[in-house]
T-cell receptor, first 114, second 113 residues
Framework: DQQVKQNSPSLSVQEGRISILNCDYT??????FLWYKKYPAEGPTFLIS?????DKNEDGRFTVFLNKSAKHLSLHIVPSQPGDSAVYFC?????????????FGQGTILTVHP | DSGVTQTPKHLITATGQRVTLRCSPR?????VYWYQQSLDQGLQFLIQ???????AKGNILERFSAQQFPDLHSELNLSSLELGDSALYFC????????????FGPGTRLTVL
């Protein structure tokens, strides 16, 4: 039972254009969402997060949008740069006794071409 | 560099053996989390410790155990190893007072032959 799904295994974008990575979830108890970036042979690096009380959060070139009714979130990267090429993971945390447990999606490989 | 350190980087061992993975959290972080990343399962939460006490448990096998010491470093013990335990094991930590954002270490790659 995959509670967090990233349906696109890969995405290819031209440098300077917008990259949009999508994530769907099924557990309505999730109240906090995060995006992580991962390079080969390194641990995931925190990018940006959003609480369920918001529908948008922005940090520089990165913006995360949350649509609670659709149980969908997306990460926008504008403009995309070759250094953004990595695997992107969406993660979610439920409130209550789950504490800090994060549930991750399977990841999307982003390739930004010069 | 997240500030979370993990040792060793690589570990190669045989089936049936026991290994210990070590994690030092970021300075001041009280929570430590362990995750397993295998090819077919993605990143799976194993267990969380907060200031020395177990706080949350995921799909951690009975052959696996963890602890957090008074200096806040943590160890993950894997015993009676099987081929399927080959994976990347990540440790993460979060700032005191919040579990919102977790910062990950570089991981330990375990290969069971």
């Amino acid at each position: 039972d995959q509670q967090v799904k990233q349906n696109s295994p890969s995405l290819s974008v031209q440098e300077g254009r917008i990259s949009i990575l999508n994530c769907d979830y099924t557990n309505s108890m999730f109240d906090y969402f995060l995006w992580y970036k991962k390079y080969p042979a390194e641990g995931p690096t925190f990018l940006i997060s959003i609480s369920s009380i918001k529908d948008k959060n922005e940090d520089g070139r990165f913006t995360v949008f949350l649509n609670k009714s659709a149980k969908h979130l997306s990460l926008h990267i504008v403009p995309s740069q070759p250094g953004d090429s990595a695997v992107y993971f969406c993660a979610a945390r439920a409130g209550g006794t789950s504490y800090g447990k994060l549930t991750f999606g399977q990841g999307t490989i982003l390739t930004v071409h010069p | 560099d997240s500030g979370v350190t993990q040792t060793p980087k690589h570990l190669i061992t045989a089936t049936g053996q026991r290994v210990t993975l070590r994690c030092s959290p970021r300075s001041g972080d009280l929570s430590v989390y362990w995750y397993q990343q295998s090819l077919d399962q993605g990143l799976q939460f194993l267990i969380q410790y907060y200031n020395g006490e177990e706080r949350a448990k995921g799909n951690i096998l009975e052959r696996f155990s963890a602890q957090q010491f008074p200096d806040l470093h943590s160890e993950l013990n894997l015993s009676s190893l099987e081929l399927g335990d080959s994976a990347l094991y990540f440790c993460a930590s979060s700032p005191a007072g919040t579990e919102d954002t977790q910062y990950f270490g570089p991981g330990t790659r375990l290969t069971v032959l």
